[in-house]
């Protein structure tokens, strides 16, 4: 049985002085072995990651452990409580419109001073030291800033921290209506088959304020200059390092699905589909868990493709999702009961290209211009 410890941890305060909190779980392995952060619903409405959290303790009590896994479930409290009627918003901070997951840090001018001065370190004293420059510029940002930070920002730092910690790290999200897609950055394509996930986005090596990027990025950008200097820095685990000689530091953005809704059955699905990429890291002491045989798509950010509709109206969405549309298909009519008898009332939407749906819009109601499906253009199979 391995240990579970809790913490609480101050996020911030509200206007009545009540404390926002997030809990903490740790589980440390008796070997050494990467240390993992996982969190979970940095978003308000994008709750099943919260389940998964739980599925994975489950499991982990009595899994044998190498290093150690953090685990942070309802990681915005802010986004979390944030009703309108029935509905969960918290995507954005209700008083500056900033999106949740956009509010990160990462200066890359840190990282030239920092690889000169390093050049000849070993691999061991580079990643001691970088991280502690990253976790000390965070702390710096949290404790030191005489101008204060924005409550989104204090909320992020604080996770951050935790997630510098780490060397593996998966932030759990959904889509609005979505199939299970996953975010990976490009160097680390090989990870992309152990999670059971069918749909891959490769992302370049660029900041936008996730924490996704803010934890992968520094060392991208690391390794890059790196190499302009003349040195070979190793970041993810290949066929020929094998996880040797090299600082394996993956990031991820797991995408479960939709919005709104938990299914423990689901979430038990998805643990296991965390546990074979955390074996395949050697986090974990196993042979049990296996990824899943399944075509597997990917597709690079930048053919990753917002359909906005071209007009308002009601939607009744047909395309299925994470299945290949051939051009010319129909991703959805749209019901215009206001030109009924003397117009047109219905309008097929469809693409000139081959398309693979991921997610939808939450609502049948759209705007002109509402953000209508992402798909991927431009896939390929894994
Ligand atoms: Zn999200």
């Avoid at 690889?115 to 000849?120: E, I, V």
């Avoid at 088959?193 to 936008?208: A, Q, R, S, T």
């Avoid at 038990?268 to 546990?275: K, Q």
């Amino acid at each position: 049985m391995n240990l579970i410890s809790k913490e609480v941890m101050h996020v911030g305060e509200m206007a009545s002085g009540a404390a926002l909190t997030v809990p903490v779980y740790r589980i440390k392995g008796k070997q050494q072995g990467p240390d993992v952060y996982i969190q979970a619903n940095m978003h308000g409405a994008e709750v099943q990651g919260n389940a998964v959290i739980f599925q994975l303790l489950e499991q982990l009590k009595t899994i044998e452990l190498n290093g150690s896994i953090t685990l942070v479930p309802y990681a915005n409290p802010v986004g979390c409580n944030h009703k309108n009627g029935e509905y969960t918003l918290g995507r954005f901070d209700p008083i500056t419109g900033v999106n949740w997951n956009r509010m990160y840090h990462f200066d890359e001018s840190i990282i030239e001073p920092f690889a000169k001065a390093h050049l000849t370190d070993s691999i061991v004293e580079i990643e001691r030291a970088f991280k502690a420059l990253m976790v000390e510029q965070i702390s710096q940002k949290l404790n030191h800033n005489i101008y204060g930070i924005t409550t989104g920002q204090r909320i992020a730092y604080q996770l951050q921290r935790l997630a510098h910690q780490a060397d593996l790290v998966l932030d759990l999200h959904t889509g609005p209506i979505s199939s299970k897609h996953l975010y990976c950055p490009d160097y680390a394509r090989a990870s992309a088959e152990y999670f059971d996930i069918p749909h891959v986005l490769f992302i370049p090596n660029g900041f936008d304020g996730a924490l996704d990027e803010a934890t992968f990025c520094p060392w991208w950008y690391l390794q890059l200059k790196f190499a302009e200097l003349g040195r070979d820095f190793p970041i993810t685990k290949t066929a020929t390092n094998q996880g040797k000689d090299a600082v394996i530091k993956e990031s991820f953005t797991v995408e479960l699905g939709s919005q709104e809704q938990i299914d423990l059955d689901v979430a038990h699905e998805d643990a296991l589909g965390i546990l074979s990429y955390l074996q395949y890291q050697g986090v974990i002491n196993s042979n049990d868990f296996h990824p899943k045989t399944m075509v597997r798509y990917s597709c690079m950010l930048e053919d990753y493709k917002a359909l906005y509709s071209p007009m308002g109206g009601m939607v009744d969405y047909l395309a299925e999702f994470g299945q290949p549309l051939a051009a010319g298909e129909p991703l959805a009519r749209i019901l215009r009961m206001d030109n009924y008898g003397d117009g047109d009332p219905l309008h097929y939407i469809s693409l000139e290209d081959d398309v693979i749906p991921i997610l939808h819009f939450a609502s049948a109601s759209v705007n002109q211009g509402t953000e209508l499906y992402k798909v991927f253009s431009k896939y390929s199979i894994l």
